[in-house]
């Protein structure tokens, strides 16, 4: 398998845009989390899935972003309309059933002008 | 938000020295603490884990010592050596719906 995969590895949005970003996560793999990656804040838990289900989406920083699992191998993570706060790494991670190692995804580096 | 606490948030170590880097919970009812590993450029990957009704666990030159009355635990590298230059995240993990939280992480640097 080739592990979590993120699209795209970065990119570059004027504020206001739409912003998606992608995950297919490994094959198996009934967790999803998000999560995002600044120097002051560290790695923040934005939303998890456990088959395919919204679990906790109080990490979510507020409406303009949205999270979904259309099916059990690939999640979005939407921002409408971005700003530059937004900008950071953002990673998703997957893991087995019952098995608490979480593998991440390369990331992916937004930035918000 | 922060519910895994880290320090420090960096660490200057010499070659042959050891590393400490220490995390501190407040729900007692986290059952699983792992250590992340990230590189530049990469996205963490899980380095060493333990349960909380051991107060060690040994893997090579990495341990983790775990104070379940405290809430605290921590990673020691022994004998650290530059290629262990990364961030660190210490987490907890609830195992019966896998939410996992992280420390805000500690970059550490091992000089030659």
């Known amino acids: 398998d080739a592990g979590v995969i993120q699209s795209p590895r970065h990119e570059v949005t004027e504020m206001g845009q739409e912003v998606t970003l992608r995950c297919k996560l490994i094959?198996?793999?009934?967790?999803l989390f998000w999560y995002r990656q600044t120097m002051m804040r560290g790695l923040e838990l934005l939303i998890y899935f456990n088959n395919n289900v919204p679990i906790d989406d109080s990490g979510m920083p507020e409406d303009r972003f949205s999270a979904k699992m259309p099916n059990a191998s690939f999640s979005t993570l939407k921002i409408q309309p971005s700003e530059p706060r937004d900008s950071a790494v953002y990673f998703c991670?997957?893991?087995?059933?019952?098995?608490?190692?979480?593998?991440f995804g390369q990331g992916t580096r937004l930035t918000v002008v | 938000q922060q519910q895994v606490k880290q320090s420090p948030q960096s660490l200057i170590v010499q070659k042959g020295g050891i590393s400490i880097i220490n995390c501190a919970y407040e729900?007692?009812?986290?059952?699983?603490f792992p250590w992340y590993q990230q590189f530049p450029g990469k996205g963490p990957a899980l380095l060493i884990a333990i349960r909380p009704d051991v107060s060690e666990k040994k893997e090579g030159r990495f341990t983790i010592s775990f104070n379940k009355s405290a809430k605290q635990f921590s990673l020691h590298i022994m004998d650290s050596q530059p290629g262990d230059s990364a961030t660190y995240f210490c987490?907890?993990?609830?195992?019966?719906?896998?939410?996992?939280?992280f420390g805000a992480g500690t970059r550490l640097t091992v000089k030659p």
């Open positions: 991670a997957s893991s087995p059933a019952l098995n608490t190692e979480a593998f």
């Open positions: 094959s198996g793999h009934n967790s």
């Open positions: 729900n007692t009812a986290f059952d699983y």
């Open positions: 987490a907890a993990c609830l195992l019966f719906n896998n939410d996992m939280r």
